[in-house]
């Protein structure tokens, strides 16, 4: 089974590739430190890889801008989509929540050892999703995803989704433009974003 190593520390790359070899079922095909690397590593393997274990924190790059490159160049090239499970020592429920729903398979803490990581992959090679035990507590006390943000907040990642300025914005809500940046300051420090794109995928 072909694996991409996704994670900007070169050392856990290593640790997890000797790892899965070891089992003698595994085959790490590409360790990547960016997106960049990751789909290069994408554009060049035959067999492209089954299996992508993603960092979320790649230096300054959110590892999660990978799952929509990653579905458009499967979709381009017309292959099967890896199964990807994000490894991330970020226990955020939130960007559990996102990561699922950009296209992730699981979602696993790196406090978790090999006997973990091997379930993990043993249950989305079969199609199942895979979310740490702390995280699944973490996911069934939250609300959603709103409950992250206030009411205005809501309102206003719902205007960008439908493609509103701030002037705009700030125009429907009856508050002035500054206002407005400051919701949007808070809703990128809330989730990591910093950009309206990613914003509109929420």
Do not use: W
Not at 9 to 14: E, F, G, I, L
Not at 75 to 88: E, F, H, Q, T, Y
Not at 117 to 142: F, H, P, Q, R
Not at 150 to 177: F, S
């Amino acid at each position: 089974m072909e694996v991409l190593l996704i994670d900007d520390h070169p050392m856990v790359n290593v640790g997890i590739a000797t790892m899965l070899e070891s089992t003698g079922f595994f085959t790490v095909c590409g360790r990547a430190e960016t997106l960049a690397q990751a789909m290069g590593v994408m554009e060049t393997s035959e067999p492209p890889p089954s299996i992508v274990i993603l960092d979320l924190i790649l230096g300054e790059e959110n590892g999660l801008d990978f799952l929509p490159m990653l579905k458009e160049h499967c979709a381009g090239r017309k292959i099967p989509m890896p199964r990807v499970l994000v490894c991330s020592a970020l226990s955020d429920p939130f960007k559990t929540r996102i990561a699922l729903k950009l296209g992730a398979a699981g979602f696993l803490s790196k406090t978790g050892g090999k006997a973990e990581l091997l379930k993990a992959l043993d249950a989305i090679m079969c199609g199942k999703t895979y979310i740490s035990d702390e995280l699944n507590v973490k996911l069934n006390e939250g609300a959603g995803l709103n409950s992250k943000f206030t009411k205005q907040e809501t309102k206003v990642i719902d205007l960008i989704k439908a493609g509103k300025t701030n002037e705009q914005i700030a125009e429907r809500l009856g508050i002035n433009a500054r206002t407005v940046q400051n919701y949007i300051s808070g809703i990128y420090f809330k989730t990591g974003y910093s950009s309206r794109d990613e914003v509109r995928r929420l």
